[in-house]
């Protein structure tokens, strides 16, 4: 998946969409019933499609591609805890994923980092992957 050949990527956190360019119209793409979102709309020129699901990833929250292509995701442990018990044995991780055969999706997760209290951001700069997770 070299990033040069494509135009613009983000990943929507809700499922790790990857938006690629193409020579397609507006258009309105419905949502697994799961996700409880109704519909994606996305811009002219724009595909969607699924580029990674579980078991590579359960419960993805936010993500940050880096310069190599690869997505760090924050995923979620899936439990409801208040503040102190969640810092007594943090729960949630980032995982790297990684396409390793170059079809353009992603077929390698790998704990990138775990025992996070809770994501609230994540970002690819300057080379290294910088989260903010409580209380840090």
């Known amino acids: 998946m070299p990033h040069e ?6 990943a929507l956190t809700w499922c790790c969409l990857w938006l690629a360019t193409t020579t397609c119209g507006a258009a309105e793409i419905a949502a697994p019933a799961t ?3 109704a519909a994606i709309s996305i811009p002219a020129g724009f595909t969607v499609e699924l580029v990674a699901a579980a078991p590579l990833v359960e419960r993805p ?3 940050a591609f880096d310069d190599r292509g ?3 995701v924050c995923d979620s442990a899936g439990v409801n805890l208040r503040g102190p018990e ?3 044995n943090p ?3 980032i995982r790297m994923l990684e396409d ?3 079809d353009g999706r992603f077929d390698k997760s790998t704990v990138y980092a775990d025992k996070l209290v809770f994501p609230q951001g994540i970002v690819w700069h300057d080379g ?4 903010s997770s409580p209380p840090s």
Do not use: E, Q, W
């Open 5 to 10: 050949n494509i135009a613009c990527r983000l």
């Open 35 to 37: 996700t409880g979102v």
């Open 61 to 63: 929250m936010m993500a």
């Open 70 to 72: 690869r997505l760090y």
């Open 86 to 88: 969640l810092s007594k």
């Open 91 to 93: 729960p949630h991780a």
């Open 100 to 102: 390793t055969d170059g």
């Open 128 to 131: 290294a992957v910088f989260c």
